[in-house]
């Protein structure tokens, strides 16, 4: 049952580099009722942040091109929510910054960390109506 309840939903950038994981994650979140872009690279990534209305992200953290660092540094400058969803220890990644309360471990449920995206930010389609 998808959660949005407006006419434009959100997008939703899932930044993966294993096609069939970034697949699965694509398939779980997009049962949500929202839009999803992905991509395999920090490059890619960046490319997509500058051209695209992104609502929030679920990152790997180490992708084809590197840690995905420079993509969260320009989450966070736009005030975009994400999520890190990695296989990497997490003192790996809190040693770049990342709170440990914003991973999760692979396997991952990927609706399930849509789902706490959503309190994260007054989303407008995400947020059931009353």
């Given at each position: 049952m998808p959660l949005k309840n407006?006419?434009?939903a959100d997008t939703i950038l899932i930044v993966e580099d294993d096609v069939f994981i970034s697949m699965d994650a694509a398939d779980s979140v997009s049962r949500a009722g929202v839009n999803v872009v992905t991509a395999e690279t920090v490059h890619d990534a960046l490319d997509i942040l500058e051209n695209e209305p992104i609502s929030?992200?679920?990152l790997d953290?180490?992708?084809?091109d590197g840690a995905v660092t420079p993509i969260v540094d320009?989450?966070?400058k736009r005030s975009i929510p994400f999520r890190?969803?990695?296989g990497s220890p997490l003192a790996e990644i809190?040693?770049?910054?990342?709170?440990?309360?914003l991973c999760a471990q692979k396997p991952?449920?990927?609706f399930k960390v849509l789902v706490s995206l959503i309190s994260d930010r007054p989303w407008i389609s995400l947020r059931p109506s009353h």
């Open positions: 407006s006419i434009q929030a992200a679920i953290f180490q992708v084809r320009e989450l966070r890190i969803v990695s809190a040693a770049k910054g990342i709170p440990a309360g991952a449920d990927y």
